[in-house]
């Protein structure tokens, strides 16, 4: 199975801050992961595929980017709303596995 | 609009067996693959099994081979989880996603979830 390492597990960061979380893939997944955005009580959502497209919809302070088997997702301004937790997918191979998520706060 | 709606969660004993539906909308539902995912109270995310677009492949995570089936329905617009077996360990919040037409690829909608208590 493939492993994905996030890190760091949770961060706090000032509004306006540029925030990056990092994912590592156990073995090469070229290109074939996937960014969702989960804040509490909701279903997640994909904010990027494919590394480094960004789903229709997502404002653009969001970006992707990486292949092999480091991946990066930033928020280039933080944003009150961008509190959540966000978690990194590997869909290069079954089983289709997650990273441990990241918990973005205010500080 | 895509709408995923669940249904059918709830509390059951150890041992025991429900079956979670999920109604899909505003799309072409015959040409995508469907995913379950769940996620444990606190926890993260963990892929349950995935269905291909006209249900000839299944796939499971080994937690639940074996006791749990996914089927889907392209005539009713529906995917479903049959789960058997329950253990407490299966206690989640289940999501139902599409996928894209291909069974490997990213979850691009999301239900809004399910809970599933296993529980004496």
């Known amino acids: 199975d493939i492993q994905m390492t996030q890190s760091p597990s949770s961060l706090s960061a000032s509004v306006g801050d540029r925030v990056t979380i990092t994912c590592r893939a156990s073995?090469?997944?070229?290109?074939?992961l996937g960014w969702y955005q989960q804040k509490p009580g909701k279903a997640p959502n994909l904010l990027i595929y494919?590394?480094?497209n960004l789903e229709s919809g997502v404002p653009s302070r969001f970006s992707g980017g990486g292949s092999g088997t480091d991946f990066t997702l930033t928020i280039s301004s933080l944003r009150p709303e961008d509190i959540a937790t966000y978690f990194c997918?590997?869909?290069?191979?079954?089983?289709?596995?997650f990273g441990g998520g990241t918990k973005v706060e205010i500080k | 609009e895509v709408q995923l709606v669940e249904s059918g969660g709830g509390l059951v004993q150890p041992g025991g067996s429900l079956r979670l539906s999920c109604a899909a909308s505003?799309?072409?539902?015959?040409?995508?693959?469907m995913t379950w995912v769940r996620q444990a109270p606190g926890k993260g995310l963990e892929w349950v099994s995935t269905?291909?677009?006209?249900?000839?492949?299944?796939h499971y995570a080994d937690s639940v081979k074996g006791r749990f089936t996914i089927s889907r329905d392209n005539s009713r617009n529906t995917v479903s989880l049959q789960m058997n077996s329950l253990r407490a360990e299966d206690r989640a919040v289940y999501y139902c996603?599409?996928?894209?037409?291909?069974?490997?690829?990213?979850?691009?909608?999301w239900g809004q979830g399910t809970p599933v208590t296993v529980s004496s």
């Open positions: 505003g799309f072409t539902f015959s040409n995508y693959a």
């Open positions: 269905i291909s677009s006209n249900a000839e492949s299944t």
């Open positions: 997918q590997q869909y290069d191979d079954l089983p289709l596995t």
């Open positions: 996603a599409k996928l894209s037409p291909v069974i490997l690829g990213p979850f691009d909608y």
């Open positions: 073995q090469d997944i070229s290109k074939y």
């Open positions: 494919d590394a480094s």
